[in-house]
Protein backbone atom coordinates (compact mmCIF):
# COMPACT_ATOMS: atom_id res chain seq x y z
CA UNK A 1 0.00 0.00 0.00
CA UNK A 2 2.77 2.36 0.97
CA UNK A 3 4.52 1.76 -2.05
CA UNK A 4 1.87 2.24 -4.19
CA UNK A 5 0.93 5.78 -2.59
CA UNK A 6 4.44 6.73 -3.22
CA UNK A 7 4.31 5.47 -6.63
CA UNK A 8 0.87 7.40 -6.99
CA UNK A 9 2.47 10.69 -6.14
CA UNK A 10 5.63 10.29 -8.54
CA UNK A 11 2.99 10.29 -10.79
CA UNK A 12 1.16 13.14 -10.04
CA UNK A 13 4.02 15.48 -9.52
CA UNK A 14 5.49 16.94 -12.61
CA UNK A 15 9.06 16.45 -13.14
CA UNK A 16 11.11 19.29 -13.63
CA UNK A 17 12.98 19.33 -16.95
CA UNK A 18 16.49 17.51 -16.99
CA UNK A 19 19.40 19.89 -17.83
CA UNK A 20 22.87 18.87 -19.37
CA UNK A 21 25.35 16.95 -17.87
CA UNK A 22 26.47 18.18 -14.50
CA UNK A 23 28.34 15.08 -13.26
CA UNK A 24 30.38 12.14 -15.09
CA UNK A 25 32.00 10.07 -12.58
CA UNK A 26 33.79 6.89 -12.20
CA UNK A 27 32.52 3.79 -9.71
CA UNK A 28 34.97 1.25 -8.37
CA UNK A 29 32.59 -1.83 -8.22
CA UNK A 30 32.78 -5.15 -5.91
CA UNK A 31 30.32 -7.55 -5.67
CA UNK A 32 29.76 -11.34 -4.67
CA UNK A 33 27.12 -11.91 -6.81
CA UNK A 34 27.50 -14.90 -9.62
CA UNK A 35 27.43 -13.79 -13.25
CA UNK A 36 26.25 -15.34 -15.97
CA UNK A 37 26.72 -14.24 -19.82
CA UNK A 38 27.68 -11.58 -18.01
CA UNK A 39 24.89 -10.36 -15.96
CA UNK A 40 24.53 -10.31 -12.21
CA UNK A 41 22.63 -12.52 -10.78
CA UNK A 42 21.56 -12.47 -7.32
CA UNK A 43 23.07 -16.17 -6.44
CA UNK A 44 25.68 -15.55 -4.29
CA UNK A 45 29.50 -16.68 -5.18
CA UNK A 46 32.64 -17.09 -3.40
CA UNK A 47 34.19 -15.53 -5.86
CA UNK A 48 34.72 -11.36 -6.45
CA UNK A 49 33.81 -9.32 -9.49
CA UNK A 50 36.15 -6.12 -9.71
CA UNK A 51 34.91 -3.25 -12.02
CA UNK A 52 34.67 -0.41 -12.98
CA UNK A 53 31.21 1.56 -13.98
CA UNK A 54 31.26 5.51 -15.61
CA UNK A 55 28.58 6.81 -14.85
CA UNK A 56 26.37 10.61 -16.40
CA UNK A 57 24.39 12.63 -13.90
CA UNK A 58 21.74 14.78 -15.23
CA UNK A 59 20.23 17.02 -12.54
CA UNK A 60 17.14 19.26 -12.60
CA UNK A 61 18.97 22.10 -11.30
CA UNK A 62 22.74 22.58 -11.10
CA UNK A 63 22.46 25.24 -7.65
CA UNK A 64 20.96 23.06 -5.25
CA UNK A 65 22.28 19.55 -6.24
CA UNK A 66 21.27 18.48 -2.71
CA UNK A 67 17.82 18.31 -2.89
CA UNK A 68 17.24 18.71 -6.86
CA UNK A 69 16.19 15.26 -9.21
CA UNK A 70 19.19 13.45 -10.24
CA UNK A 71 18.81 10.96 -12.77
CA UNK A 72 21.65 8.54 -12.96
CA UNK A 73 22.75 7.11 -16.52
CA UNK A 74 25.27 3.95 -17.06
CA UNK A 75 27.56 5.08 -19.42
CA UNK A 76 30.71 2.18 -19.63
CA UNK A 77 32.27 -0.82 -17.24
CA UNK A 78 35.14 -2.87 -17.15
CA UNK A 79 36.23 -5.49 -15.79
CA UNK A 80 39.67 -5.96 -13.83
CA UNK A 81 41.32 -8.93 -11.65
CA UNK A 82 41.77 -7.60 -8.35
CA UNK A 83 45.02 -6.37 -8.31
CA UNK A 84 44.41 -3.47 -11.19
CA UNK A 85 41.28 -2.88 -9.38
CA UNK A 86 43.74 -2.28 -6.39
CA UNK A 87 46.08 -0.33 -7.96
CA UNK A 88 43.55 1.94 -10.09
CA UNK A 89 41.57 2.48 -6.36
CA UNK A 90 45.30 3.65 -5.10
CA UNK A 91 45.77 5.81 -7.74
CA UNK A 92 42.55 7.74 -7.10
CA UNK A 93 42.51 8.29 -3.59
CA UNK A 94 46.20 9.40 -3.06
CA UNK A 95 45.12 12.66 -5.03
CA UNK A 96 43.31 13.94 -2.13
CA UNK A 97 43.74 12.84 1.56
CA UNK A 98 41.36 15.37 2.86
CA UNK A 99 37.62 14.37 4.49
CA UNK A 100 36.54 15.40 1.70
CA UNK A 101 38.59 13.56 -0.42
CA UNK A 102 38.02 10.35 1.28
CA UNK A 103 37.17 7.24 -0.01
CA UNK A 104 33.49 6.35 0.48
CA UNK A 105 32.05 2.84 0.49
CA UNK A 106 28.68 2.63 -0.07
CA UNK A 107 26.74 -0.63 1.32
CA UNK A 108 22.78 -1.14 -0.41
CA UNK A 109 19.97 -2.32 1.64
CA UNK A 110 17.14 -4.55 0.70
CA UNK A 111 15.66 -4.80 -3.09
CA UNK A 112 18.18 -3.34 -4.87
CA UNK A 113 19.74 -4.57 -8.07
CA UNK A 114 22.75 -3.80 -9.53
CA UNK A 115 21.95 -0.38 -11.37
CA UNK A 116 19.33 0.76 -8.12
CA UNK A 117 22.73 0.43 -5.91
CA UNK A 118 24.87 1.91 -8.60
CA UNK A 119 21.97 5.06 -8.12
CA UNK A 120 21.78 5.22 -4.86
CA UNK A 121 25.45 5.19 -4.12
CA UNK A 122 26.19 7.91 -6.55
CA UNK A 123 23.51 10.28 -5.35
CA UNK A 124 24.40 9.44 -2.29
CA UNK A 125 28.05 10.96 -2.87
CA UNK A 126 26.27 14.00 -4.87
CA UNK A 127 23.78 14.80 -2.23
CA UNK A 128 26.60 14.39 0.34
CA UNK A 129 28.89 16.70 -1.93
CA UNK A 130 31.75 14.37 -1.61
CA UNK A 131 34.31 14.26 -3.69
CA UNK A 132 36.28 11.46 -3.00
CA UNK A 133 36.33 7.94 -4.83
CA UNK A 134 33.50 6.04 -4.08
CA UNK A 135 33.45 2.17 -3.99
CA UNK A 136 30.12 -0.03 -3.99
CA UNK A 137 29.73 -3.63 -2.61
CA UNK A 138 26.97 -4.81 -4.88
CA UNK A 139 25.67 -8.04 -2.39
CA UNK A 140 22.58 -10.28 -4.11
CA UNK A 141 19.87 -8.49 -3.15
CA UNK A 142 16.32 -9.00 -5.27
CA UNK A 143 15.30 -7.24 -8.03
CA UNK A 144 12.22 -4.79 -7.21
CA UNK A 145 9.92 -6.10 -9.21
CA UNK A 146 10.42 -9.52 -7.00
CA UNK A 147 9.97 -7.37 -4.22
CA UNK A 148 6.87 -5.97 -5.28
CA UNK A 149 5.25 -9.42 -6.38
CA UNK A 150 6.22 -11.31 -3.25
CA UNK A 151 7.22 -8.60 -0.61
CA UNK A 152 7.59 -11.37 2.13
CA UNK A 153 9.64 -14.10 0.31
CA UNK A 154 11.92 -11.73 -1.37
CA UNK A 155 12.54 -9.87 2.29
CA UNK A 156 13.42 -13.06 3.59
CA UNK A 157 15.77 -14.40 0.87
CA UNK A 158 17.53 -11.41 1.02
CA UNK A 159 17.90 -11.52 4.43
CA UNK A 160 19.49 -15.18 3.52
CA UNK A 161 21.93 -13.47 1.13
CA UNK A 162 22.94 -10.75 3.30
CA UNK A 163 23.72 -13.21 6.45
CA UNK A 164 25.93 -15.05 3.45
CA UNK A 165 27.84 -11.49 2.48
CA UNK A 166 29.34 -10.36 5.31
CA UNK A 167 32.97 -12.09 4.25
CA UNK A 168 33.09 -10.86 1.25
CA UNK A 169 32.60 -7.30 2.41
CA UNK A 170 35.44 -7.95 4.89
CA UNK A 171 37.87 -8.84 2.28
CA UNK A 172 36.45 -5.31 0.29
CA UNK A 173 37.18 -3.18 3.15
CA UNK A 174 40.72 -4.85 3.90
CA UNK A 175 41.21 -3.96 0.55
CA UNK A 176 40.28 -0.31 0.64
CA UNK A 177 41.65 -0.01 4.00
CA UNK A 178 45.20 -1.04 2.13
CA UNK A 179 44.30 1.06 -1.14
CA UNK A 180 42.80 4.42 0.95
CA UNK A 181 43.03 4.64 4.35
CA UNK A 182 40.87 6.64 6.46
CA UNK A 183 37.80 5.85 4.30
CA UNK A 184 34.22 6.34 5.19
CA UNK A 185 31.99 3.48 4.80
CA UNK A 186 28.19 4.08 4.42
CA UNK A 187 25.39 1.43 5.12
CA UNK A 188 21.66 1.52 4.43
CA UNK A 189 18.49 -0.66 5.90
CA UNK A 190 19.22 -4.28 5.18
CA UNK A 191 23.23 -3.30 4.04
CA UNK A 192 23.44 -2.66 7.61
CA UNK A 193 23.75 -6.60 8.32
CA UNK A 194 26.50 -6.41 5.97
CA UNK A 195 28.29 -4.27 7.05
CA UNK A 196 28.14 -4.70 10.72
CA UNK A 197 28.88 -8.96 10.09
CA UNK A 198 32.41 -7.63 7.91
CA UNK A 199 33.62 -4.79 10.61
CA UNK A 200 32.46 -6.52 14.12
CA UNK A 201 31.58 -10.12 13.51
CA UNK A 202 34.84 -10.37 11.37
CA UNK A 203 37.49 -10.75 14.22
CA UNK A 204 40.31 -10.05 11.28
CA UNK A 205 38.85 -6.63 9.72
CA UNK A 206 37.64 -5.44 13.29
CA UNK A 207 41.79 -5.89 15.15
CA UNK A 208 42.70 -4.15 11.93
CA UNK A 209 40.17 -1.54 11.99
CA UNK A 210 41.45 -0.86 16.01
CA UNK A 211 44.55 -0.55 14.98
CA UNK A 212 43.36 1.74 12.43
CA UNK A 213 40.30 3.15 12.50
CA UNK A 214 38.10 4.41 9.64
CA UNK A 215 37.42 8.15 9.39
CA UNK A 216 33.50 7.41 9.40
CA UNK A 217 30.79 5.25 9.99
CA UNK A 218 27.37 6.29 8.79
CA UNK A 219 24.19 3.97 9.82
CA UNK A 220 21.19 4.46 8.03
CA UNK A 221 17.66 3.57 8.38
CA UNK A 222 19.10 0.27 10.08
CA UNK A 223 17.63 -2.98 9.50
CA UNK A 224 18.57 -5.11 12.69
CA UNK A 225 17.18 -5.99 15.74
CA UNK A 226 17.33 -2.88 18.74
CA UNK A 227 18.51 -5.35 21.14
CA UNK A 228 21.30 -6.94 19.03
CA UNK A 229 22.88 -3.76 18.07
CA UNK A 230 23.02 -2.68 21.40
CA UNK A 231 24.69 -5.86 23.33
CA UNK A 232 26.90 -6.55 20.28
CA UNK A 233 27.52 -3.97 17.93
CA UNK A 234 27.19 -0.53 19.96
CA UNK A 235 29.90 -1.57 22.33
CA UNK A 236 32.45 -2.03 19.57
CA UNK A 237 31.64 0.64 17.09
CA UNK A 238 33.72 3.76 18.41
CA UNK A 239 36.55 1.68 18.25
CA UNK A 240 36.80 1.08 14.70
CA UNK A 241 36.19 4.92 13.57
CA UNK A 242 37.11 8.40 14.31
CA UNK A 243 33.11 9.53 14.40
CA UNK A 244 30.48 7.00 14.18
CA UNK A 245 26.79 8.46 13.35
CA UNK A 246 23.17 6.75 12.98
CA UNK A 247 20.16 7.84 11.00
CA UNK A 248 16.65 7.28 11.57
CA UNK A 249 13.24 8.44 11.38
CA UNK A 250 9.75 7.72 13.76
CA UNK A 251 7.98 7.88 9.54
CA UNK A 252 10.05 5.12 8.62
CA UNK A 253 6.95 2.69 7.61
CA UNK A 254 9.50 0.39 5.93
CA UNK A 255 10.66 -0.52 9.04
CA UNK A 256 7.64 -0.54 10.58
CA UNK A 257 6.94 -3.70 8.52
CA UNK A 258 10.21 -5.43 8.86
CA UNK A 259 9.70 -5.20 12.74
CA UNK A 260 6.63 -6.88 12.41
CA UNK A 261 8.18 -9.45 10.12
CA UNK A 262 10.90 -9.98 12.60
CA UNK A 263 9.00 -9.67 15.69
CA UNK A 264 11.66 -6.96 17.10
CA UNK A 265 11.83 -3.27 17.17
CA UNK A 266 14.65 -1.77 14.73
CA UNK A 267 17.31 -0.24 15.76
CA UNK A 268 16.45 2.76 13.87
CA UNK A 269 13.96 3.72 16.69
CA UNK A 270 17.33 4.07 19.10
CA UNK A 271 17.81 7.81 17.28
CA UNK A 272 14.30 9.40 18.49
CA UNK A 273 14.42 7.20 22.12
CA UNK A 274 15.55 5.19 24.32
CA UNK A 275 19.09 5.29 26.72
CA UNK A 276 22.19 6.74 24.47
CA UNK A 277 24.78 4.82 23.18
CA UNK A 278 27.79 6.11 24.29
CA UNK A 279 30.54 7.04 20.73
CA UNK A 280 27.75 7.08 18.68
CA UNK A 281 25.99 10.34 17.63
CA UNK A 282 22.66 9.44 17.02
CA UNK A 283 20.29 11.81 14.62
CA UNK A 284 16.74 12.03 14.15
CA UNK A 285 16.02 12.36 10.75
CA UNK A 286 12.04 12.97 10.97
CA UNK A 287 12.10 16.33 9.95
CA UNK A 288 15.04 16.95 7.89
CA UNK A 289 14.75 17.99 3.97
CA UNK A 290 14.76 15.62 1.10
CA UNK A 291 15.03 15.43 -2.25
CA UNK A 292 12.00 13.27 -3.54
CA UNK A 293 8.84 14.73 -4.50
CA UNK A 294 7.21 17.27 -2.14
CA UNK A 295 3.65 14.26 -1.98
CA UNK A 296 6.16 11.81 -1.55
CA UNK A 297 8.44 13.65 1.21
CA UNK A 298 4.69 14.39 3.19
CA UNK A 299 3.43 10.70 3.37
CA UNK A 300 6.42 8.58 1.87
CA UNK A 301 7.91 6.42 4.26
CA UNK A 302 11.29 8.44 4.38
CA UNK A 303 13.75 5.26 3.97
CA UNK A 304 15.89 5.84 1.07
CA UNK A 305 19.30 7.18 1.56
CA UNK A 306 19.86 8.81 -1.36
CA UNK A 307 16.99 11.41 -0.66
CA UNK A 308 17.96 11.93 2.70
CA UNK A 309 19.29 15.64 1.97
CA UNK A 310 20.36 16.98 5.39
CA UNK A 311 21.06 13.85 7.11
CA UNK A 312 24.07 13.49 4.18
CA UNK A 313 24.64 17.20 5.00
CA UNK A 314 25.04 16.28 8.53
CA UNK A 315 26.80 13.14 8.13
CA UNK A 316 29.92 14.79 5.50
CA UNK A 317 29.97 18.02 6.68
CA UNK A 318 29.99 17.09 10.74
CA UNK A 319 30.90 13.62 11.13
CA UNK A 320 33.41 13.11 8.07
CA UNK A 321 35.16 16.64 8.41
CA UNK A 322 35.49 16.37 12.11
CA UNK A 323 33.10 19.25 13.10
CA UNK A 324 32.49 19.25 16.78
CA UNK A 325 28.72 17.93 17.55
CA UNK A 326 27.89 20.86 19.32
CA UNK A 327 28.34 22.65 16.00
CA UNK A 328 25.24 20.96 14.84
CA UNK A 329 23.43 23.59 17.11
CA UNK A 330 25.12 26.26 16.93
CA UNK A 331 24.95 26.26 12.88
CA UNK A 332 20.77 25.86 13.40
CA UNK A 333 20.76 22.63 11.61
CA UNK A 334 19.42 20.43 14.60
CA UNK A 335 18.52 20.35 17.93
CA UNK A 336 20.24 18.68 20.86
CA UNK A 337 17.70 16.44 22.36
CA UNK A 338 19.81 14.66 25.33
CA UNK A 339 23.10 13.67 25.53
CA UNK A 340 24.61 11.92 22.52
CA UNK A 341 21.12 12.88 20.56
CA UNK A 342 19.93 15.25 18.05
CA UNK A 343 17.00 16.21 15.81
CA UNK A 344 17.27 17.37 12.32
CA UNK A 345 15.42 20.79 11.62
CA UNK A 346 13.11 21.11 9.37
CA UNK A 347 14.24 22.49 5.71
CA UNK A 348 18.56 22.89 4.37
CA UNK A 349 20.57 25.12 5.17
CA UNK A 350 23.84 25.60 4.05
CA UNK A 351 25.23 23.72 7.41
CA UNK A 352 29.15 23.68 5.70
CA UNK A 353 29.02 27.42 5.48
CA UNK A 354 27.73 27.86 9.20
CA UNK A 355 30.41 25.60 10.26
CA UNK A 356 33.08 27.75 10.06
CA UNK A 357 31.86 30.12 12.27
CA UNK A 358 30.80 27.67 14.84
CA UNK A 359 34.89 26.37 14.47
CA UNK A 360 36.13 29.59 14.94
Given amino acids: MIAAIAGLALAVVPAPPMRTDTIADTVFVVSNRHRAAHRFTNVVTDSLWHGLYVVRVLASSTVRLETARLQVEWVDSVALDESEWRSRLQAAARRDTSAEGATLLYVHGYSSNPATAINQGVQVK ?3 DHSGPLVLFLWPANDRSRAVRAPIAAY ?10 GGALAHVIGAVHDAAP ?28 IARPLRAIGIFSPDVGADRFRTEFAPVLPALARRVAMYGATRDY ?30 DDTRGARGEPALVTLIGPRHAVRWASAALADFFDVVVAGAPPSCRVSSGAADSVSDGRWRLKSGLRPIAALLADCLR
Fill in 156 to 165: HEDAEAAAKS
Fill in 182 to 209: GAVLIAHSMGTRVALDAIVTDTIIRARL
Fill in 254 to 283: LLGASALVNRERRASGITVHGASLPGIELI
Fill in 126 to 128: IRG
